[in-house]
């Protein structure tokens, strides 16, 4: 199993960014994907998540209205397009798959915003 994460680096307040995580190793449409950011010294926040079936989707407070994810099932990658990004949005995302018990993360890309 495998979960690759793309699309992050530098951009000044106010900027967008599109991350990708190209999923292989496990059926990609049966499972939710999620996103999770971590900042160091700090726990790792749930950020976005898009349900397997009927694409229903979940964000914390703190990107709600500035955050979008989507799901391409036919290329096995769920996009966060990030958009009036905000310094506290500075953070390590990684995206997550659940299969059982255990969770599965990609390696992670780092999405800074500074001006």
């Known amino acids: 199993l495998q979960l690759v994460e793309s699309g992050g680096g530098l951009v000044q307040p106010g900027g967008s960014l599109i991350l990708s995580c190209v999923a292989s190793?496990?059926?990609?449409?049966?499972?939710?994907i999620g996103w999770f950011r971590q900042v160091p010294g700090k726990e790792r926040e749930g950020v976005s998540c898009i349900d397997k079936s009927d694409g229903s989707t979940y964000y914390a407070d703190s990107v709600k209205g500035r955050f979008t994810i989507s799901r391409d099932n036919a290329k096995n990658t769920v996009y966060l397009q990030m958009n009036s990004l905000k310094p506290e949005d500075t953070a390590v995302y990684y995206c997550n798959v659940k299969l059982g018990l255990y969770d599965y993360w990609g390696q992670g890309t780092q999405v800074t915003v500074s001006s």
């Open positions: 190793g496990f059926p990609f449409d049966d499972y939710s």
